[in-house]
């Protein structure tokens, strides 16, 4: 209970990071009543952590996304951490974040839906229709003769466990508290800042960025069962560039 009365409050009082694609330009808010930095997107620097100790419980590994930038006012180097559950989770925050700032993704559900689990009309968040989205999505490929049995039974026995529907109807309420709650309100500044331009005042990305994703896609049609991790890395060794 004091880790999420800690959080719900660290939501209501703390400004999250904004990214503006149509500026290509990213804000961040460092509190304390600072005014926000902005930077410009291509400068972020961005980059994947893996840590492990032992313990006596075990092997403990902990990972995270970390966001580098520097203030081009005063020149200080700053730099932002989140915690992740696994590997796959920070690439795929960060990769979500890209997709979304080079305009490969323009909504949530470009992202989630490839799963089935998000239909029209429903919440933009996880809550009960997720699990009943899953499920119904279960027995069509249990007929359709792509899953078999055994791995009906082992959905089944799993969401047995989990207690069924009942952390679902936990998550939904946390989204409704969170939703009074409200978020702190934005500075005038960065208000402004985030309103939608004309799109004759879109700032366009650099030749070497759009030089770097198209060779990118290309690797990624290539190879689309590699990691995306690797898929940069081939692009970056093609274009004769240290990774």
């Known amino acids: 209970m004091f880790i999420k009365a800690h959080y719900h409050f660290k939501f209501r009082n703390d400004i999250p990071t904004r990214?503006?694609?149509?500026?290509?330009?990213?804000?961040?808010?460092?509190?304390?009543?600072?005014?926000?930095?902005?930077?410009?997107?291509?400068?972020?620097?961005?980059?994947?952590?893996?840590?492990q100790g032992v313990t006596q419980y075990g092997v403990q590994r902990q990972y995270g996304l970390g966001l580098?930038?520097?203030?081009?006012?005063?020149?200080?180097?700053?730099f932002l951490e989140l915690?992740?559950?696994?590997?796959?989770?920070?690439?795929?925050?960060?990769?979500?974040?890209?997709?979304?700032?080079?305009?490969?993704?323009?909504?949530?559900?470009?992202?989630?839906?490839?799963?089935g689990l998000h239909q029209a009309g429903d919440p933009p968040y996880e809550?009960?229709?997720?699990?009943?989205?899953?499920?119904?999505?279960?027995?069509?490929?249990?007929?359709e003769g792509e899953i078999g049995l055994f791995k009906v039974t082992l959905w089944y026995l799993w969401h047995i466990l989990d207690l069924w529907t009942i952390p679902f109807y936990?998550?939904?309420?946390?989204?409704?508290?969170i939703q009074k709650a409200g978020r702190k309100t934005l500075p005038a500044s960065l208000d402004e800042w985030s309103q939608p331009?004309?799109?004759?005042?879109?700032?366009?990305?650099?030749?070497?960025?759009?030089?770097?994703?198209a060779e990118v896609r290309r690797v990624r049609e290539e190879m689309p069962r590699r990691p995306i991790e690797e898929v940069f890395a081939e692009a970056y060794r093609r274009q004769g560039i240290e990774a």
């Open 127 to 143: 809550g009960v229709h997720t699990f009943h989205h899953a499920r119904r999505r279960l027995h069509r490929r249990h007929r």
């Open 197 to 213: 331009l004309p799109k004759e005042q879109w700032a366009q990305p650099s030749e070497e960025l759009v030089r770097l994703s």
């Open 68 to 78: 580098g930038f520097i203030d081009p006012e005063t020149g200080q180097q700053h």
């Open 83 to 115: 915690r992740q559950s696994g590997m796959p989770l920070a690439l795929g925050l960060w990769e979500s974040v890209r997709a979304y700032m080079e305009y490969e993704v323009h909504t949530r559900e470009d992202i989630q839906d490839p799963q």
């Open 170 to 177: 936990l998550a939904e309420w946390e989204i409704r508290v």
């Open 19 to 51: 990214f503006h694609r149509q500026r290509r330009e990213v804000a961040f808010a460092p509190g304390g009543g600072k005014p926000p930095i902005i930077v410009p997107w291509e400068s972020v620097a961005a980059w994947v952590t893996q840590a």
